[in-house]
């Protein structure tokens, strides 16, 4: 029986973010872009690149993505030109569309739960866990949305799974879907740095994406939870999972129950499932409903994600014939959304060893709200002080001396007025159409576990 030591959990304090440890020989930094703009507020900052890698440095000789190329040039900010990211995506599609639903995974390995477009932090988790490119990952979706920097994770994962097609796993999230990338800011994302195409791309790879695995025929892995339609691991692989996820049945509990808190176990102490209310679809699933599974499948535990964490992870009622925790939840996002100041973990299993491992937040680039440029993000402080400056100039009119009538004077503030109405103008209108093609008016969601 796999044991589980809480204890041997340690933290990585917060630090930036480091180098991963890949091999990166004669890949040098360039700073002449740097050195290029001395009138930077920041000097110390680098300024990100101005092109997109050429396709040279994406790919190798043998047309596979470089992921260590790619690492770097994320970090800086940079973007790939959109045909080289559709490229990366397909060729990785055509690897997640040959697995089966069910992966079947043997340790030594690391699990990692929700990374919401973190990709700073992604950084620190691989420096925790152990370079991409000797060990081995399973990652339990939530790639996406959120965070700000989701085209860089998703694509960087992508290039690793490529690379090495048989030691990094995706397993599909509840948010690698149409519906929500829309809602939240994926898809926003994607049209700032690249195109519709590109967006459309991902959806067609988010669709081949595995729906759980076993591990060590010990530990299912799912994203979400159980389903009162699934009874077997078996069940999973009957599952039509190339498609968006429906809103009930048995791929939709896959990807969005949740386990019971013990105050609804109490009230409803005969229920194995209920409405998962917070969610607003799927259920929530009873310590007695994970018992029964894990006792018909043989098996020792539920490995989940899904569902932020104070501590970075969760450990639930253990099961009393094997004294295991019932359900592990981790969380690998830490200060999810920049507020929430939790901590990250990941598992790592080894010799059926458990250990919880947690990591802090790293600072990030500053992304203004729905991707906005400074200029269209200034104009509503631009048009209000533009205001007082009208406001002002027509409480004076009324009590100027009568030197004022000058007729100079005169000449100059009816220029000086014309100049002013026409900014107001341009700015009205430009609010004005902003308000139409923005996207910023969507209600903001309150579902914090999602």
Same mark, same amino acid.
């Given at each position: ?22 091999? +990166? ?39 596979r993505p470089r992921p260590h190329i ?25 690897i997640l569309r040959h697995e089966p ?10 699990? =990692? ?5 973190? !990709?700073?932090?992604? $950084? ?12 081995? %990952?399973?990652?339990?979706?939530? !790639? ?11 694509? &960087? ?16 999230? +509840? ?14 994302? =994607?049209?700032?740095? &690249? +195109?519709?195409?590109? &967006?459309?791309?991902?959806?067609? =790879? ?21 389903s009162p339609d699934i009874k077997s ?18 791929? =939709? ?29 799927? %259920? ?51 200060? !999810? ?78 220029? $000086? ?34």
């Amino acid at each position: 029986m796999p044991h589980v030591d809480p204890t041997s959990s340690h933290e990585v304090l917060q630090r930036s973010s480091g180098e991963l440890n890949t091999s +990166n020989e004669g890949l040098e930094l360039d700073t002449s872009v740097a050195s290029t703009q001395p009138e930077r507020g920041l000097p110390q900052v680098r300024a990100p690149p101005s092109e997109p890698l050429d396709r040279s440095a994406v790919f190798d000789e043998d047309g596979r993505p470089r992921p260590h190329i790619l690492c770097k040039h994320f970090r800086d900010g940079g973007v790939l030109r959109p045909e080289d990211v559709i490229e990366i995506i397909q060729s990785a599609a055509s690897i997640l569309r040959h697995e089966p639903n069910v992966l079947v995974l043997e340790d030594p390995i690391t699990i =990692c739960g929700d990374v919401h477009g973190q !990709y700073f932090d992604l $950084m620190t988790l691989f420096e925790l866990g152990g370079d991409p490119s000797v060990t081995q %990952y399973l990652f339990l979706g939530d !790639y996406v949305d959120r965070g700000c920097f989701s085209t860089e994770v998703t694509l &960087y994962l992508l290039s690793l799974k490529i690379a090495r097609p048989t030691a990094i796993w995706l397993l599909r999230g +509840n948010h690698e879907c149409r519906h929500l990338t829309s809602y939240f800011n994926f898809r926003e994302e =994607c049209l700032h740095k &690249y +195109n519709e195409e590109v &967006y459309d791309t991902f959806m067609a =790879c988010f669709d081949a994406l595995p729906l759980a695995a076993l591990l060590n025929s010990t530990f299912l892995c799912v994203h979400g939870g159980l389903s009162p339609d699934i009874k077997s691991v078996d069940d999973i692989s009957l599952i039509d999972r190339f498609r968006e996820p429906p809103t009930s049945g048995a791929m =939709c509990d896959l990807l969005w129950a949740d386990p019971m808190e013990d105050e609804e176990e109490q009230m409803c102490p005969d229920a194995l499932y209920l409405h998962n209310e917070l969610r607003g679809c799927s %259920y929530v699933f009873s310590f007695a409903a994970v018992r029964q599974f894990l006792v018909d499948n043989k098996l020792a535990g539920i490995v989940r994600a899904h569902e932020a964490q104070d501590e970075g992870f969760r450990m639930f009622r253990k099961v009393e014939e094997t004294g295991f925790p019932s359900v592990i939840c981790v969380f690998s996002a830490p200060n !999810y959304c920049d507020t929430y100041d939790n901590k990250a973990s990941i598992l790592e299993v080894n010799n059926k060893l458990l250990q919880i491992r947690q990591f802090h937040s790293v600072e990030h680039p500053y992304v203004l709200p729905n991707f906005m440029n400074a200029f269209t993000w200034s104009l509503p402080f631009v048009f209000d002080k533009v205001g007082d400056i009208v406001s002002l100039l027509s409480g004076c009119s009324a009590n100027r001396p009568a030197s004022w009538e000058d007729s100079v004077f005169i000449r100059r503030g009816g220029v $000086m007025r014309a100049k002013v109405k026409a900014v107001i103008r341009f700015l009205w209108l430009r609010r004005r159409v902003g308000q139409k093609l923005s996207v910023s008016d969507r209600p903001t969601p309150t579902q914090n576990k999602r």
